[in-house]
């Protein structure tokens, strides 16, 4: 048996001392459902003859008056030369009627001991590469999640932690972080991702050797699993440029990270301690003209060119989405000629009191007032700060902007209803329109005509 308890130890990656244990467990579980619970039983391992012995205790007395639990002293001498009155001695027990019954009572308490020592240990390997990424092999699906292959056990992919359009097949190697570790009643659950950010970060300490020797570091990252990341760097080293290492010679490292994420588009971008600064590069590959700071709120309006309007935004709004996500100020865009029309208003506005005018309005919008609203709302300071506007002008001021904002709104809605309206009738006209498909007939016979 010493030979079978090395070999299943091997096996099961666990110590021979723990199968050892199951055994005697076993042994001795079979034996009280066999001899009854109140018999006090003992098993134990003899490695000169391999086996699993069961030893009864019983107490040494000079007369015997219970037979299952007393023992005369002659008798216990043979067993123990040195033993005395009042003494508790072993008995061996006979295990040879030990039916199939008790026999399979052994077997599963094995099994089960085997199990849950062959958790422990995965459960004490893993918990410790939490918060790497490992390789595994697709096995099959399950409820729509993935369960992996890692060798030594399997780990799933719930949907959630999936990349939206990647598909796998059972076979496929697959790279993924180790989100978390759980003990659960039917094993160590090993939870992957590759949605997640850390997914992101992680292949880029692989890739670029300065990040492992942490001259350059990810400052904050943004991710939309599939689609477009981005991340930002900084360098403890003014030598090393932190984007330039990220991106490697021709593109070679941040091109493995893509590969490896299937495509997904990465923008690396330089961190600052500048907010203005920083968020002007998390709106790359757009040109900023123009930054207004609401410290205060943690908001930026940003001001574009017009032809980089669609650019900053990104495609349903991702890139400006990206951009939050990693600096974590709210930014709301706006182009050029939105903010002259915005600044015209302002004028507008403000020149309710004489020698008033654009002046003043670019000052307004320095100071966040962006809108007709956040000047009829704005602090009575902030007017009275400007030049020639004493208390009786800031409030004709803010009443002409409430005016001002009313009437732009009903602008804007007449604007809206007419190109409504605009629309409704090209689409009527086109249902309307006679079908031309016989035009290219009608040019063809009047060609076979001159012939």
Same mark, same amino acid.
């Given at each position: 048996?010493?030979?079978?308890?090395?070999?299943?130890?091997?096996?099961?990656?666990?110590?021979?001392?723990?199968?050892?244990?199951?055994?005697?467990?076993?042994?001795?579980?079979?034996?009280?459902?066999?001899?009854?619970?109140?018999?006090?039983?003992?098993?134990?391992?003899?490695?000169?003859?391999?086996?699993?012995?069961?030893?009864?205790?019983?107490?040494?007395?000079?007369?015997?008056?219970?037979?299952?639990?007393?023992?005369?002293?002659?008798?216990?001498?043979?067993?123990?030369?040195?033993?005395?009155?009042?003494?508790?001695?072993?008995?061996?027990?006979?295990?040879?009627?030990?039916?199939?019954?008790?026999?399979?009572?052994?077997?599963?308490?094995?099994?089960?001991?085997?199990?849950?020592?062959?958790?422990?240990?995965?459960?004490?390997?893993?918990?410790?590469?939490?918060?790497?990424?490992?390789?595994?092999?697709?096995?099959?699906?399950?409820?729509?999640?993935?369960?992996?292959?890692?060798?030594?056990?399997?780990?799933?992919?719930?949907?959630?932690?999936?990349?939206?359009?990647?598909?796998?097949?059972?076979?496929?190697?697959?790279?993924?972080?180790?989100?978390?570790?759980?003990?659960?009643?039917?094993?160590?659950?090993?939870?992957?991702?590759?949605?997640?950010?850390?997914?992101?970060?992680?292949?880029?300490?692989?890739?670029?050797?300065?990040?492992?020797?942490?001259?350059?570091?990810?400052?904050?990252?943004?991710?939309?699993?599939?689609?477009?990341?981005?991340?930002?760097?900084?360098?403890?080293?003014?030598?090393?440029?932190?984007?330039?290492?990220?991106?490697?010679?021709?593109?070679?490292?941040?091109?493995?990270?893509?590969?490896? #994420?299937?495509?997904?588009?990465?923008?690396?971008?330089?961190?600052?301690?500048?907010?203005?600064?920083?968020?002007?590069?998390?709106?790359?590959?757009?040109?900023?003209?123009?930054?207004?700071?609401?410290?205060?709120?943690?908001?930026?309006?940003?001001?574009?060119?017009?032809?980089?309007?669609?650019?900053?935004?990104?495609?349903?709004?991702?890139?400006?989405?990206?951009?939050?996500?990693?600096?974590?100020?709210?930014?709301?865009?706006?182009?050029?000629?939105?903010?002259?029309?915005?600044?015209?208003?302002?004028?507008?506005?403000?020149?309710?009191?004489?020698?008033?005018?654009?002046?003043?309005?670019?000052?307004? #919008?320095?100071?966040?007032?962006?809108?007709?609203?956040?000047?009829?709302?704005?602090?009575?300071?902030?007017?009275?700060?400007?030049?020639?506007?004493?208390?009786?002008?800031?409030?004709?001021?803010?009443?002409?902007?409430?005016?001002?904002?009313?009437?732009?709104?009903?602008?804007?809605?007449?604007?809206?209803?007419?190109?409504?309206?605009?629309?409704?009738?090209?689409?009527?006209?086109?249902?309307?329109?006679?079908?031309?498909?016989?035009?290219?007939?009608?040019?063809?016979?009047?060609?076979?005509?001159?012939?």
């Amino acid at each position: 048996m010493k030979r079978e308890i090395d070999q299943i130890a091997k096996d099961k990656g666990i110590e021979a001392e723990e199968i050892v244990s199951a055994l005697e467990e076993a042994m001795m579980q079979a034996a009280r459902k066999r001899f009854g619970l109140e018999k006090e039983i003992e098993a134990r391992f003899n490695e000169e003859t391999s086996e699993i012995e069961l030893y009864e205790f019983r107490s040494v007395v000079e007369v015997v008056t219970d037979t299952e639990s007393q023992i005369d002293l002659g008798a216990a001498r043979e067993l123990d030369p040195e033993i005395e009155f009042g003494d508790e001695i072993g008995v061996r027990m006979d295990t040879s009627d030990f039916g199939r019954i008790l026999a399979q009572t052994a077997k599963q308490v094995i099994i089960q001991r085997i199990r849950d020592a062959e958790r422990d240990n995965v459960y004490d390997e893993y918990i410790d590469r939490k918060g790497e990424v490992v390789n595994g092999i697709v096995r099959r699906f399950e409820k729509g999640s993935l369960i992996v292959d890692l060798g030594r056990t399997e780990a799933i992919v719930p949907p959630k932690e999936q990349v939206p359009r990647e598909t796998y097949r059972p076979g496929d190697r697959i790279r993924a972080y180790v989100l978390d570790v759980t003990k659960a009643t039917k094993g160590p659950q090993l939870i992957l991702s590759r949605a997640c950010i850390e997914m992101l970060t992680k292949l880029f300490e692989q890739e670029v050797p300065e990040m492992y020797e942490k001259i350059v570091s990810i400052e904050s990252a943004a991710r939309e699993p599939g689609g477009r990341s981005k991340i930002a760097v900084a360098s403890r080293d003014s030598d090393v440029d932190p984007v330039g290492a990220c991106v490697g010679m021709k593109g070679s490292r941040v091109q493995a990270v893509v590969q490896e #994420l299937r495509g997904e588009r990465i923008d690396i971008v330089p961190w600052s301690i500048d907010p203005a600064r920083y968020v002007c590069s998390a709106l790359s590959p757009a040109a900023v003209s123009k930054v207004i700071i609401d410290e205060a709120n943690k908001s930026m309006d940003v001001i574009v060119p017009d032809d980089q309007l669609s650019l900053a935004i990104g495609r349903r709004g991702q890139n400006v989405r990206l951009a939050v996500q990693l600096t974590g100020w709210r930014i709301d865009i706006k182009s050029e000629s939105k903010m002259q029309e915005v600044a015209s208003w302002l004028a507008d506005a403000v020149s309710v009191v004489e020698g008033c005018g654009e002046p003043e309005a670019e000052l307004l #919008l320095q100071q966040g007032v962006t809108s007709l609203e956040d000047l009829a709302e704005c602090q009575m300071e902030l007017l009275t700060s400007l030049p020639g506007i004493d208390t009786g002008g800031a409030e004709e001021i803010k009443a002409r902007a409430a005016v001002l904002a009313v009437q732009k709104a009903e602008e804007e809605e007449q604007a809206r209803l007419e190109a409504e309206q605009q629309a409704a009738e090209e689409a009527a006209a086109a249902e309307n329109s006679p079908a031309e498909e016989s035009e290219p007939a009608s040019a063809a016979e009047s060609v076979r005509d001159e012939g």
